[in-house]
């Protein structure tokens, strides 16, 4: 069994190679995705350099980030769906939010947003697979959104995310991240702030960083299984 230690450093070893090997000039960041795993695992992490993190359930990540208090650096990411009673505790907890899809759920979170702290960062979430029970803003609609978001006073739109269909087809998964990429590079030509791409889990982080991500999501390659 090797440690989250080893695991961590064979990933970053790994999104290196990938990085050389498609001449990848900007920096990649790894979001690990500890939803599930103890907040131990997390310290685990933190010791070999990891500072992103992502969580799925807003009251267990509030309850690690108060375990982990004395982590000061610790960056949390949001990236579960947002049911409109919990964007209070979201809007508390979490330095990002990358499933942000509709208007109601930004201007909630603005407005929820501490004025002592940072505002919060925003990724849109794309619904790229066009599956009607995925979350996720329509590809179409993206850049209505971003004006929304723009235009709250306690939110910096950061990006766009997205979750890619599960599917082997390696033409479907290469459409969807190319797609994403040119909604990025639109987005990007409008607003200064928008600098985060983040596409890419376990079973296409390769793919996507080749197509532009500057963000990938890995759980399971760094903390193992979670298990039911
Ligand atoms: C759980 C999750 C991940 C990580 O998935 P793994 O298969 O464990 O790597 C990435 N992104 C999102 C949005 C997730 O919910």
Redesign the pocket.
């Known amino acids: 069994m090797k440690t989250i230690a080893e695991q961590l450093k064979s990933v970053y070893q790994a999104i290196h190679n990938c990085c050389v090997e498609c001449a990848i000039e900007h920096k990649t960041h790894l979001?690990a995705?500890s939803?599930t795993h103890p907040f131990q695992a997390i310290r685990d992490a933190y010791q070999v350099g990891q500072r992103a993190f992502?969580e799925?359930y807003a009251r267990e990540a509030a309850t690690k980030k108060a375990e982990l208090a004395d982590l000061d650096d610790i960056e949390w990411h949001f990236?579960?769906p947002i049911q409109s009673n919990k964007t209070r505790l979201i809007a508390d907890t979490f330095d990002w939010v990358?499933?942000v899809d509709r208007e109601k759920i930004a201007r909630r979170l603005s407005e929820q947003r501490d004025a002592a702290l940072a505002p919060l960062n925003i990724c849109l979430q794309v619904n790229i697979s066009h599956e009607d029970n995925k979350s996720g803003v329509a590809a179409e609609d993206v850049m209505a959104l971003a004006k929304q978001v723009h235009s709250l006073p306690r939110l910096t739109l950061r990006g766009l995310?997205c979750?890619g269909s599960a599917t082997d087809d390696i033409a479907v998964q290469q459409a969807e991240f190319t797609t994403m990429q040119q909604l990025f590079n639109q987005l990007k030509q409008d607003y200064a702030t928008v600098d985060t791409l983040s596409m890419g889990?376990?079973?296409d982080w390769q793919l996507a960083i080749k197509s532009g991500a500057t963000m990938i999501?890995?759980?399971?390659?760094?903390?193992g299984?979670?298990g039911k």
């Not at 999501?217 to 903390?223: E, H, K, P, Y």
Request: no cysteine.
């Open positions: 979001l995705v939803k992502g799925n990236i579960g990358q499933t995310m979750i889990m376990s079973g999501r890995l759980g399971t390659a760094i903390f299984s979670r």
